[in-house]
């Protein structure tokens, strides 16, 4: 066996395993093409071209020689266990050849080959069949199906990507970790023409074995990466995702996310039938919320965020001044910051005093405009800034010189001037907008200046990166054990479901069945007025008819009265009955009708949703999702964050309701349907009476349904 | 005189009269310095490089020469009247030079000067003595504090902007049209690095006499221009806009607006305070819908769909289809096109087939994704592009290649196989989504393909022109004439209102006081079952307590009884009353509750507004505006985009409301806002009832406000 010490950290990492796959000294190539324009010869020409620092090792039957490198015939005939093979072999032959690389001593396999899982039940069933292989060797695969991966601070190309025949990846310190090798392919491409440096990619494919969440993970660790760009189009493995962003934060390196098929999952999701919520991507992004993690919604943002993000200055409590020569991109900026919710507070008083004295015509509030003046005196720009980082305290800066800041007469002087405040400011992140040639630009980008030509693509890397600074200053959320819950063995009936709840903290209606008119009237006074006094027996149906109701009993004589009256009008008009006694409940007066409920999503487990009841569900889908479990804080910002939310918190001279009955009900649900595990499909509690402040939060009417119950319910529906 | 001949068609056109301004033969220049870096010495300089092709005057008392020029001591000394004249003297002297430039026959004049209507209201006062003196003279003006305007077509450059000096902008025809100069330099800068040509620019300034929509006009009615960037962050006069609109979409020319201001705007016509509408975006954007108009958020997405709209290929009826050889691309656009509504239909079933065939491993369904595997068969992509043109029908083809698509073993094949497909059918917008140095990207250009390299871009880009499509398919809306209104003499009362409005088609519930039980029976038959029965008399205030009201009355019987009923109790319980009759009104049962209203803008006259009763218009904001007048098609439309609307059709077991009376009604009441003309302030009618089909909808409550009547209302919030 070899020893286990590499270069770098990532050995001793959470994601160490994957350090033979991605960081190898040695290099198989099964299959290998003496032509460098095959997919089996594409590796080892990216090799050699690469100067790979380790032994490549060419295996091919039919030739002893290829591409100038010693051939071997078979994989027996390998001179060294090699730490990484590339496989370039018909599906067929996969399973062989992984086992006899395990018998060999590989550690690793990249399996470039198709037919697998992508190609239905057969290919499954032969992907399955090659996972068991590579765990019996103890071996980690990377595919199949995969346009591979590389690592160029080494020199090792283990991929067939054809946009390596264009040009290798530049020096720099950002990871691609994508589920599509053309779409990470298109990514390195995207960053070559941009002069961003992409040493590391791996591409996932069908992940029989190597998640993306793994490879985003070691990315994380390994300490020649500071930033990963993420695509992926499920997440199949939502362990290892999650262990990778809280690797990520605890590194404090940001993962730039695009994840796609929004909207078909959307559709997917809807509402009408809630239990097709499979893999719903509001639940995917509220689980994002937690962790330094960037969604964006295009390569373009990708590149951009990733590109600032190299930066490393994560301002947490962002806010953002602006210095600018044109008032109309000031407004451009002003409009876009106020959209996403990125502070733009006024400069002190007095300092805008100091910039009126020494620029007449500015305009010194914030956007700050100093006109075209600071051009003919550039030492301006940079009292500018200064003023602005120093008494505006503003966490970044974002300063509009476009094409005038690159003119030559301009730019030595500018860039000078304002980087003097950037260094004396090395927390504050400073973006420039400007529009000049590489050449011009590259005086700015060796100071360290982020540089965006669009204005309003500064403003959106700026709320990135203050999100993520957000997001690195705020602990993760420590996931507390949830005692289990013992479920019953069938579906219980409503009342049985709403004592469980009512045992784990969701409180239904308050009702009991008495016995005497003594017991009804302590018992009405414990639970509060008014109540509802209902005749209870199982022979009277229609109990309204024979006068067996009573509402808005407002006192404790009133229950006592009304407890002989029931008796009474039961005893002449339904005479044979058999009577229980009669139940107590609370009348709700004044709450709002909400829902929430559990549903199990194929990726996520358990997961809660809440909404208004009525029109904001039906019409308006106003309801939020939840990752389960979470606290009573979570459940509050859940609740908060629906549309409607302004109804619970006394609109329309409603009174404001029991806030934190309601998240205190909504959390401990979340912990129930952890603790309930597996059996549990789903809870459904509707409505929920949201009673005013001090008065809680109640459920009139529960669900709960077990796995063992789905074929029945499949049933019913088919004799619908 | 000068003749008015000009090489171009622009002079028979409606903004004709900015032609000796944007397409001058001879220009003066006040203010000329011998500096070309001073803002007096630029213009000069950037004619003698541009080889204006007529004559440049330098005007300046204390020299002989202007950069090699001859120069004149004063502007009675120009030796010709000069088409245009470019100002740059302070601001006390302008209206001297303008009253000088006049008598010397000057046509036009560029007002770089400083020090009007921005500075307050002696600048607005010396600005307003400016016009004065232009409009004496005949004279139309840019600015003043303008960065001024170019047309490199003819070597023209009425301009300081700093841009210049990087250079002339590209041939092309692009325009830009912006209020901002430095913006308008911004633009020009972006387009020069992208490498799109911009001959033309106005930057209007503080547009005391030349308006945007002007600048606009003019460059739409100019062969050399196809389309139009425009730059707003007010349009002042909206009647030159429009104007420049409707000769946009004569002569099929797309305008690409960024119009910013979006928040402030917003936040001021908070609904809260109706009143202060000022210049609602929403408005705004509500009267762009007419035209062929694209508004953008940010340049660079500007300056994609100009540069796309220069293909000149307007898809009506638009629909997607993508070829790829990534999977993953091919899921980031379906996510956007849905998000977008851009249709991407499946190919047909028996095209499928034959792809399939051609490549067993692709995915024909739309996305097409043909694999790598075309890269090895280039034909294919031509076979693949043509059946999805053909068999797909589809108007827009997005064809995604990545970096694949420009290495030198592949480009000039694959380009000529697309390009095959895209000449036979020249009515379909062919974009590639490539990545690739400019020199790679060349071929593709001059092949008439449109390129981005981010395929998110290209959906965007393809979704505009398809919008610019079906604007140009669709002629404008004619806005007929609307009859005048008589209003009354002072703010009517609640029943002179209604009756008022009831006269033009927007009808209030039917009632009536009728003076016996036989026509009270007749009235109710005519507006049907059930009716409210009324006692009617002043005198008598409290008409439920003595029994003076019915409701549910179902037939004409019980209405001849309880017309008796009613009478007869008067007559117990105030027997002094003076009696009017007994009124007779329809009964709301099961309609929905609605708004609706008419609100002035300063900018928009008036301005119709609608929206859902409670909760929709109250939290959620959910309400609808647009420019008076409109027909009931439009009506319609604006109901329906409410995010309630479902309410109206029927959602959660409700009857449909009757959507045609709805559509009537708001309809003509925006005709009689128009149709009252400036006297009328506002009208606010809440309740409106939208009964079931068939059954109509009904005013209930209605408040119409006079604009002599605004002081009275000051002064009674004041005493509030």
């Not at 791996?202 to 500071?226: F, H, K, R, S, Y």
């Not at 890397?461 to 063995?489: C, H, N, S, W, Y």
């Not at 019409?619 to 859940?638: G, I, N, S, T, W």
Request: with cysteine; charged share 20%.
């Amino acid at each position: 066996m070899q020893d286990d010490t590499h270069a770098n950290g990532t050995t001793n990492g959470r994601f160490a395993s994957l350090t033979p796959l991605l960081q190898p000294r040695s290099v198989a190539v099964v299959g290998a093409s003496a032509d460098a324009t095959r997919i089996g010869g594409r590796p080892v020409s990216y090799m050699l071209r690469g100067e790979f620092q380790g032994r490549v090792m060419p295996v091919n039957p039919k030739r002893s020689e290829i591409q100038g490198l010693p051939a071997y015939a078979s994989i027996d005939d390998l001179p060294e266990a090699p730490d990484a093979s590339v496989v370039a072999v018909p599906a067929a032959q996969v399973v062989d050849t992984v086992d006899a690389l395990g018998r060999r001593g590989g550690r690793s396999a990249i399996i470039f080959s198709s037919g697998f899982s992508e190609v239905g039940a057969q290919g499954e069933a032969l992907q399955q069949q090659l996972l068991v292989t590579a765990r019996r060797h103890g071996m980690r695969l990377l595919g199949p199906n995969t346009a591979g991966a590389f690592n160029s601070t080494i020199g090792f190309f283990g991929s067939f990507m054809s946009g390596l025949e264009r040009g290798f990846p530049l020096p720099g310190r950002i990871g691609i970790a994508s589920q599509s090798g053309a779409y990470g392919a298109h990514l390195l491409g995207l960053a070559r023409a941009r002069g961003l440096g992409t040493p590391i990619c791996a591409a996932t494919g069908n992940e029989c074995d190597v998640t993306l969440g793994e490879a985003i993970g070691w990315m994380v660790e390994n300490p020649d990466i500071d930033v990963v760009m993420a695509y992926a189009e499920a997440v199949r493995d939502v362990e290892s995702f999650t262990a990778a962003l809280e690797a990520a934060h605890a590194a404090r390196k940001p993962v730039i996310l695009q994840k796609v098929g929004r909207s078909a999952l959307g559709q997917k999701a809807a509402l009408s039938h809630t239990a097709a919520l499979a893999g719903d991507d509001r639940v995917f992004d509220a689980m994002l919320a937690d962790y330094a993690v960037i969604r964006v919604e295009s390569s373009a943002e990708l590149l951009d965020v990733a590109y600032t993000a190299t930066r490393r200055i994560y301002p947490a409590n962002n806010s953002l001044g602006m210095l600018t020569i044109s008032g109309g991109a000031g407004i451009i900026v002003s409009d876009l910051a106020e959209q996403l919710d990125v502070p733009m507070p006024p400069m002190p008083e007095p300092a805008q005093a100091d910039l009126k004295t020494a620029v007449p015509f500015c305009s010194p509030i914030n956007p700050v405009d100093c006109t075209a003046q600071v051009l003919n005196d550039l030492t301006l720009a940079g009292t500018f800034g200064e003023r602005m980082v120093s008494d505006g305290g503003y966490a970044s800066v974002l300063a509009f010189f476009s094409q005038a800041g690159t003119v030559p007469s301009v730019a030595p002087k500018l860039c000078a001037e304002l980087k003097k405040v950037k260094d004396a400011h090395p927390d504050r992140l400073f973006v420039m907008s400007l529009i000049g040639e590489p050449e011009q630009n590259q005086p700015y980008e060796e100071a360290g200046f982020v540089l965006m030509e669009d204005p309003t693509d500064a403003v959106k890397v700026i709320k990135a990166m203050g999100q993520l600074g957000d997001a690195f200053a705020r602990p993760l959320p420590q996931r507390e054990a949830v005692p289990p819950v013992t479920l019953p063995e069938a579906t219980p009936g409503e009342a049985e479901a709403k004592q469980l709840l009512a045992a784990h903290g969701i409180p239904a209606v308050p009702e009991k069945v008495l016995g005497s008119a003594g017991e009804a009237a302590a018992y009405a006074e414990q639970i509060g007025f008014p109540v509802v006094m209902k005749i209870a027996s199982a022979d009277i149906v229609h109990k309204s008819e024979i006068g067996g109701v009573l509402l808005n009993v407002a006192d404790a004589d009133s229950v006592r009265e009304g407890f002989q009256t029931l008796l009474d009008n039961a005893e002449r008009h339904a005479p044979e009955a058999k009577l229980d006694g009669v139940l107590v409940a609370r009348q709700i007066v004044g709450g709002v009708e909400c829902f929430m409920g559990i549903q199990r999503d194929p990726q996520f487990g358990p997961v809660a949703v809440f909404g208004l009841g009525g029109i904001f569900v039906e019409v308006l889908k106003d309801v939020v999702f939840q990752r389960c479990p979470f606290d009573r804080e979570e459940a509050r910002r859940l609740i908060l964050s629906i549309k409607g939310a302004p109804l619970l918190q006394g609109a329309r001279g409603r009174a404001p309701v029991d806030l934190d009955a309601l998240s205190a009900m909504l959390a401990n649900l979340s912990r129930f349907a952890v603790g309930a595990g597996e059996r549990l499909d789903s809870i459904d509690i509707n409505p929920v009476f949201a009673m005013p402040e001090g008065q809680g939060a109640f459920a009139a009417d529960a669900l709960i349904q077990l796995k063992t119950d789905q074929l029945k319910t499949d049933q019913l529906n088919e004799q619908k």
